[in-house]
Antibody, heavy 120, light 108 residues
Framework: EVQLVQSGAEVKKPGESLKISCKGS????????IGWVRQMPGKGLEWMGI????????RYSPTFQGQVTMSADKSISTAYLQWSSLKPSDTAMYYC?????????????WGQGTLVTVSS | EIVMTQSPATLSVSPGERATLSCRAS??????LAWYQQKPGQTPRLLIY???TRATGIPARFSGSGSGTEFTLTISSLQSEDFAVYYC??????????FGQGTKLEIK
């Protein structure tokens, strides 16, 4: 079974750093993109960016370029999303999702989500 | 960046009736469009890809149509479990592969 399992919920203070993870299993991790999607409380889905774990080719949405960093460690089939200095506006649920190797493809499946809360 | 606009924002329909949800792209996305369902507190689930192909395990009452800039998701006979938020996503141009703002399907 193809699965993406994300790290647990985080509570952080403004200015702190954070790295959350998404571990793939049940498929060849290096043959698929991993995308990240933000969902702020009560709001819709926002496409943040995507990484191809085999060569770490990364594409960011202009909205999120410079705000977050995506990375991957293919040796342990895990992708990461990190912040160097969190803001309260980063409070959201973050999902990872798999996309086929073609850049014109959809997300399936999705991870269970990681809730990030940033508050002083 | 391609903007995806969904309408209506909220749709009230009775169980057993048909629901029609719309999604419009600011420029042509060919048939590179997906639909997702999200129930409260749950992860989004893929329903439709390539504008009209049902994902594995999705009931036949869900159907998608359209190409270019105009797309429709139809649920032929609403079941109680279908009341949720539905999002369209274009994956023709990136970055980003933009989502619509969602349509909330509620019980009338």
């Amino acid at each position: 079974e193809v699965q993406l399992v994300q790290s647990g919920a985080e509570v952080k203070k403004p200015g702190e750093s954070l790295k959350i993870s998404c571990k793939g299993s049940g498929y060849s991790f290096t043959n698929y993109w991993i995308g990240w999607v933000r969902q702020m409380p009560g709001k819709g889905l926002e496409w943040m960016g995507i990484i191809f774990p085999d060569d770490s080719d990364t594409r960011y949405s202009p909205t999120f370029q410079g705000q977050v960093t995506m990375s991957a460690d293919k040796s342990i089939s895990t992708a990461y999303l990190q912040w160097s200095s969190l803001k309260p506006s980063d409070t959201a649920m973050y999902y990872c999702a798999r996309q086929k190797s073609n850049y014109r493809d959809w997300f399936d499946p999705w991870g269970q989500g990681t809730l990030v809360t940033v508050s002083s | 960046e391609i903007v995806m606009t969904q309408s209506p924002a909220t749709l009230s329909v009775s169980p057993g009736e048909r629901a029609t949800l719309s999604c419009r792209a600011s420029q042509s996305v060919s048939s590179n469009l997906a639909w997702y369902q999200q129930k409260p507190g749950q992860t989004p689930r893929l329903l439709i890809y390539e504008a009209s192909t049902r994902a594995t395990g999705i009931p036949a009452r869900f159907s998608g149509s359209g190409s270019g800039t105009e797309f429709t998701l139809t649920i032929s006979s609403l079941q109680s479990e279908d009341f949720a938020v539905y999002y369209c996503q274009q994956y023709n141009n990136w970055p980003p592969h933009t989502f619509g703002q969602g349509t909330k399907l509620e019980i009338k």
